[in-house]
């Protein structure tokens, strides 16, 4: 069970802005990475993993950030990311469960994909 006091870390939501495509077009999705928010919460290590991606290995770790519900945490989807402030590692948010009050959400993140 999750509690205030355990909402130690710095987290930064991110997503990729909406970008131009020079002839007055928007393309949506395609402007630089900008942080919409930034909150406190917590991370769990779940699990550690290697990939091979063109004949290279990468460390791919699995984690869950809890933080509090707020209005924000709505329009999060699995296209942002959460940047930990404190290590400056970046996680792509793969799946998002609130609890069954409705005070915290989990999200279920991966770290060190390409």
Same mark, same amino acid.
């Given at each position: 069970?999750? $509690? ?32 919409i ?42 296209t ?30 991966? $770290?060190?994909?390409?």
């Amino acid at each position: 069970m999750t $509690g205030g006091g355990d909402l130690r870390g710095v987290f930064e939501f991110r997503r990729k802005t909406d970008g131009n495509d020079g002839f007055g077009g928007i393309i949506p999705g395609a402007g630089p990475v900008t942080t919409i928010f930034t909150t406190s919460g917590r991370i769990e290590v779940r699990s550690g993993d290697e990939m091979v991606l063109n004949n290279v290995p990468r460390g791919v770790s699995t984690v869950e950030i809890t933080i509090r519900q707020q209005p924000a945490t709505k329009a999060v989807n699995t296209t942002w990311s959460i940047r930990d402030k404190r290590s400056g590692r970046s996680y792509n948010v793969k799946m998002m469960k609130p609890d069954k009050k409705g005070a915290f959400i989990t999200f279920t993140a991966e $770290g060190g994909t390409p």
